[in-house]
């Protein structure tokens, strides 16, 4: 790279090679794990150490997915290859000189089907060298490589349904051992992560003996909720074998089906309503409660006060579902009836109680409107919010932020939507088009930003403690 020079780092049995230039150092595509393929083909993740020289100068492939096209005003990066070879990390700071900054590890969202870490939005090497953090970034498995439960059609050895987890953390397992070498504090480690990113990160509180790879979380819209019940997993797997002609047991045609055919099949087999999606029940990846890789709920897990030691972010954006109409991806709501069964596809609702209390909030709305609001909040904030009360009730600290700032982009049609945070969080609004030329945009990115540096840092976001009276941070 121009401008860039060679940076050799050694750590245990390795010496990775990086590159240098005057906004920091960066060592790129590291493997944390074996290559996923052939008889490890949606298996659980084997460590691997690295040793000898390390070339860490270029990015290595993200997780199998679908790319597809982003509108214009959507946040973008210079985008990335992918490949089942995908469990690599990359690592950015300031200077790899043993000062023991804090340590951001970072997982992308993409609702357990996409994401990558790297090609993004992020201006890495900016983040870091004005936090004086090191960030690390892991690439883990997604969709059906990453979370098909095949536990009950191929037996124990394929258990664990939650391989992306999995890979996480093994991620943090380097992390752990490697970190210091690269100028971080392997004892003051913050998981960050946005939507299944968050949801990855937030399953670890019912996870055994991960507790002391990390110290505190900050979630974006992906709290301790959305835990998918095995026979749900189970029926989708049936399902997704079904249509790509596997039988049960076949390790064979298992590891030799197609990259692209899993894709298709997955499109095919997942709900794509997001009230089905995220309902109980619900056709779609995300973290189940196999027992073999999340050993419990992680609500359970934070009850039990065994993290109670571990302080929680946990934030939401005040209009979630948008993103879902905006892109077309949810269809119009035609009548009342329509309305209120949506609204029932969650367990222990009235739906008839919640949609009057709706139309007394907010009088006039539209059925659409009213079924955006009820999913933002059933989906994201109350999940939240019972997530930092169960940890609360444990002795826990937490803290809680609302983001309402709406881009003036056709009169505000987009709304505070799902995903608006993250760029703020991470004081990256270069590649935010519908952020430009806003100077109160500005602002509040470096007001959240510099939350997340002093939590990073010490724990203490500067806001009020949930715990404390239930105070909510408001950015708008």
């Known amino acids: 790279m121009s401008g860039a020079s060679i940076v050799d780092v050694a750590s245990r049995d390795a010496v990775y090679r990086g590159l240098r230039d005057e906004k920091g150092d960066r060592f790129l595509g590291i493997r944390y794990a074996e290559a996923p393929l052939g008889a490890l083909r949606f298996k659980a993740p084997v460590r691997f150490e690295n040793s000898g020289l390390v070339d860490a100068t270029r990015h290595r492939v993200a997780p199998p997915q679908a790319v597809r096209a982003m509108p214009a005003w959507a946040a973008r990066g ?32 993409g609702g357990f089907q996409g994401g990558a870490a790297h090609g993004s939005f992020h201006d890495e090497a900016a983040f870091t060298r004005k936090g004086d953090v090191v960030l690390v970034r892991p690439n883990m498995r997604v969709g059906a490589l990453g979370f098909l439960h095949l536990g009950a059609a191929f037996g124990p050895d394929y258990a ?73 997993a189970t029926s989708l797997t049936a399902d997704f074998l079904e249509r790509t002609g596997v039988a049960a047991g076949d390790e ?37 409660l196999d027992g073999e890789s999340l050993q419990r709920h992680p609500l359970d897990g934070l009850a039990s006060g065994r993290f109670r030691d571990h302080r929680i972010v946990t ?23 329509a309305l209120l069964a949506s609204i029932a596809r969650f367990d222990g609702t009235d739906a008839g109680a919640s949609l009057a209390a709706l139309e007394a909030e907010r009088s006039g709305l539209s059925f659409t409107q009213y079924e955006e609001i009820f999913l933002s909040r059933a989906i994201y904030r109350e999940p ?5 009360k169960t940890h609360a009730s444990a002795g826990g600290t937490g803290f809680a932020y609302e983001f309402a700032w709406v881009p003036a982009f056709e009169g505000g049609r987009l709304g505070a939507a799902h995903g608006s945070d993250e760029p703020f969080v991470f004081g990256d609004l270069g590649r935010v088009p519908l952020a430009r030329g806003d100077g109160a945009a500005e ?19 500067g806001w009020q403690p949930y715990s404390a009276g239930g105070a909510v941070e408001r950015f708008d």
């Open 384 to 388: 939240a919010l019972r997530t930092l």
């Open 443 to 461: 602002a509040l990115a470096a007001g959240m930003s510099g939350a997340l540096f002093a939590y990073a840092r010490s724990g203490d976001s």
């Open 252 to 288: 064979a045609a298992l590891q030799a089906l197609p990259v692209a055919t899993i894709l298709a099949t997955q499109e095919q087999v997942l709900a794509t309503h997001l009230g089905e999606r995220n309902a109980p029940g619900g056709r779609t990846f995300g973290i189940v």
């Open 78 to 109: 210079d985008g990335f290859e992918t490949g089942e070879d995908c469990l690599n990390l990359n690592v950015h700071t300031p200077a790899a000189d043993h000062a023991r900054r804090p340590v951001i590890v970072h997982a992308f969202g």
């Open 160 to 232: 664990a349904a939650n391989r992306g987890m999995l890979d996480f953390i093994a991620a943090l397992h380097w992390v752990r051992d490697n970190i210091a070498a690269f100028g971080g504090d392997p004892d003051n480690v913050t998981l960050a992560g946005m939507s299944s990113g968050a949801f990855t990160i937030a399953a670890l509180f019912g996870v055994d003996g991960v507790a002391d790879l990390y110290r505190r979380v900050w979630l974006m819209s992906g709290p301790a909720s959305r835990i998918i019940a095995p026979e749900t």
């Open 315 to 337: 934030g939401w954006a005040r209009d979630e579902a948008r993103m879902w109409y905006a892109f077309g991806m949810m269809p119009e709501v035609e009548s009342r009836a």
